[in-house]
């Protein structure tokens, strides 16, 4: 796989998703309640058959990038980044972050894909802004958000239902300054 380098940091590479996905964990980090407890999967179950819908739909939506993180060493697929939601005539998008291996957990990974990401949507992709909603009981991702250099622009009350409650949404936002250099 490290011969479809799209993008590449330090410890990790991105890439395309690729159907040869599909025989990896990838499914398996879907289905898995701790490694989804605050995104948006793990409310129906992930089957081949839909996961495989999902990377072929990736190849034809020109609102959303999703991209394969794959560790240096181990060219392993750890994890997923994406920006969706694109809205070209507005300049912006959401970024999301799915990091399925836990062995990968706590190590400065997403920090990494996501400066990887965001700098290509704002040089490259010529976006404005960049934005993420997270649990309010996510304080990891919370944190990466804050280290990406994004702001606490708002709070969503009451707007996602997780283990039997209500928890708030935080947003946050970053703004491309260089475009105006």
């Known amino acids: 796989m490290k011969n479809n380098i799209f993008l590449e940091g330090k410890r990790v590479f ?19 309640r701790e490694i989804v407890k605050f995104n948006s999967h793990g ?7 839909i996961l495989k819908s999902y990377i072929e739909s990736s190849f034809k939506d020109d609102s959303k990038i999703v991209l394969a993180i794959n560790d ?14 694109i809205d070209w005539i507005n300049r912006n998008c959401e970024i999301a972050f799915l990091l399925g291996n ?12 996501g400066d990887l990401l965001i700098n290509h ?9 960049i934005y993420c909603g997270t649990s309010s009981n996510n304080i990891g991702m919370q944190k990466l958000a804050v280290k990406l ?30 475009e105006l250099l």
């Open 14 to 32: 991105l890439r395309p998703l690729s159907l040869d996905d599909l025989e990896g964990d990838y499914q398996f980090w879907l289905n898995n």
């Open 72 to 85: 240096s060493k181990s060219l392993k697929h750890i994890g997923n980044i994406s920006l969706q939601s």
């Open 102 to 113: 836990k062995d990968f957990w706590s190590k400065g990974i997403m920090k990494e894909a």
């Open 149 to 178: 250099g994004m702001k606490k622009e708002g709070v969503r009350k009451d707007s996602i239902f997780n283990d039997g409650r209500y928890y708030d949404i935080i947003e946050y936002g970053i703004i491309n300054n260089y």
């Open 43 to 49: 409310k129906f179950p992930f089957s081949k058959d």
């Open 121 to 129: 949507a704002f040089q490259n992709l010529n976006l404005h802004r």
